[in-house]
């Protein structure tokens, strides 16, 4: 299967990482105050979320089926943060293998049959899950001001992606 990020996966840091890592440092402190030791990150991309839980001291695995974006990930991560390239509907952990699975910024680009098999892919092999997307907020929000602008930057790789992504 052609790696439909790789062309994206240089830009997706750069463009995003100002709107999508303080949130996803605020899931890595919610789930370290719940108690987790161990989370999977399904569609990690570029894992910026695996290493706000590496930072709080929680072993993160990522999962992703580009390897674009793996790379990456690697390459900004320590050593103890496992990547793999992977189906989020078929994770590479066994049931009860972690405290916790979060899918960050990924089911909104899935059909709904796909969406069925990643949530009941999570629901099989942890306790909590934990799903960040999109909101809709007010249109005089300042908030939603925000909101609105990360989710047109957000859709930029997505539609670079190709059209199953969006």
């Given at each position: 299967?052609?790696?439909?990020?790789?062309?994206?996966?240089?830009?997706?840091?750069?463009?995003?990482?100002?709107?999508?890592?303080?949130?996803?440092?605020?899931?890595?402190?919610?789930l370290?105050?719940r108690?987790?030791?161990?989370?999977?990150?399904?569609?990690?991309?570029?894992?910026?979320?695996?290493?706000?839980?590496?930072?709080?001291?929680?072993?993160?695995?990522?999962?992703?089926?580009s390897?674009?974006?793996?790379?990456?990930?690697?390459?900004?991560?320590d050593?103890?943060?496992?990547?793999?390239?992977?189906?989020?509907?078929?994770?590479?952990?066994?049931?009860?293998?972690v405290?916790?699975?979060?899918?960050?910024?990924?089911?909104?680009?899935m059909?709904?049959?796909?969406r069925?098999?990643?949530?009941?892919?999570?629901?099989?092999?942890?306790?909590?899950i934990v799903?960040?997307?999109y909101?809709?907020v007010?249109?005089?929000d300042h908030?939603?001001?925000?909101?609105?602008?990360?989710?047109?930057?957000?859709?930029?790789?997505?539609?670079?992606?190709?059209?199953r992504?969006?």
């Amino acid at each position: 299967m052609a790696d439909e990020y790789a062309s994206i996966a240089p830009c997706y840091d750069p463009l995003l990482s100002p709107f999508l890592s303080p949130v996803q440092a605020a899931v890595a402190s919610f789930l370290k105050d719940r108690g987790c030791v161990r989370v999977l990150d399904v569609c990690c991309g570029t894992g910026t979320l695996c290493r706000h839980l590496s930072a709080l001291g929680m072993y993160a695995v990522g999962v992703d089926l580009s390897p674009a974006m793996l790379a990456r990930a690697g390459k900004k991560s320590d050593e103890g943060t496992l990547f793999v390239l992977g189906d989020a509907a078929q994770p590479p952990v066994a049931s009860g293998g972690v405290d916790a699975v979060v899918a960050s910024m990924a089911l909104h680009e899935m059909d709904p049959p796909g969406r069925d098999r990643v949530f009941r892919a999570m629901l099989e092999i942890a306790p909590l899950i934990v799903v960040v997307d999109y909101a809709s907020v007010g249109p005089l929000d300042h908030a939603g001001m925000i909101s609105r602008l990360a989710r047109l930057l957000c859709h930029i790789p997505e539609r670079l992606a190709g059209a199953r992504h969006y």
